[in-house]
């Protein structure tokens, strides 16, 4: 059964840095796009980051550019956002997902309709 498991939100303040970890079961996620995605109460949901399946190439969202990085750990069937100088902003459910096959990250990350899987989400609070 296909899975994913967010972790490692909380409540930061800001500035501060977290690190969201996604688990992945039943599946091998260095074959697929696996990005990050996050929403707040009333908004839409926001494509953050995602990365590629076999190069290893990254997408980010403009307003995290500079301030979040993504990676994976293939052995562990893990991918992290690393989320440096957070913002009141940036507080939101974080969510990864799976891509469909055939896409590549920056299509998966801004187009709607191009995962197949996601988690139960991680919530992130930047306040101080």
């Known amino acids: 059964q296909v899975q994913l498991v967010e972790s490692g939100g909380g409540l930061v303040q800001p500035g501060g840095s977290l690190r969201l970890s996604c688990a992945a079961s039943?599946?091998?996620?260095?074959?697929?796009?696996i990005g990050w995605f996050r929403q707040a109460p009333g908004k839409e949901r926001e494509g953050v980051s995602c990365?590629?399946?076999?190069?290893?190439?990254?997408y980010y969202a403009d307003s995290v550019k500079g301030r979040f990085t993504i990676s994976r750990d293939n052995a562990k069937n893990t991918v992290y956002l690393q989320m440096n100088s957070l913002k009141p902003e940036d507080t939101a459910v974080y969510y990864c997902?799976?891509?469909?096959?055939?896409?590549?990250?920056?299509?998966?990350?801004?187009?709607?309709?191009?995962?197949?899987?996601w988690g139960q989400g991680t919530l992130v609070t930047v306040s101080s």
């Open positions: 990365i590629g399946s076999s190069d290893g190439s990254t």
């Open positions: 997902a799976r891509g469909i096959t055939g896409l590549y990250e920056t299509d998966i990350c801004t187009r709607r309709n191009a995962l197949d899987a």
């Open positions: 039943g599946f091998t996620s260095d074959y697929y796009v």
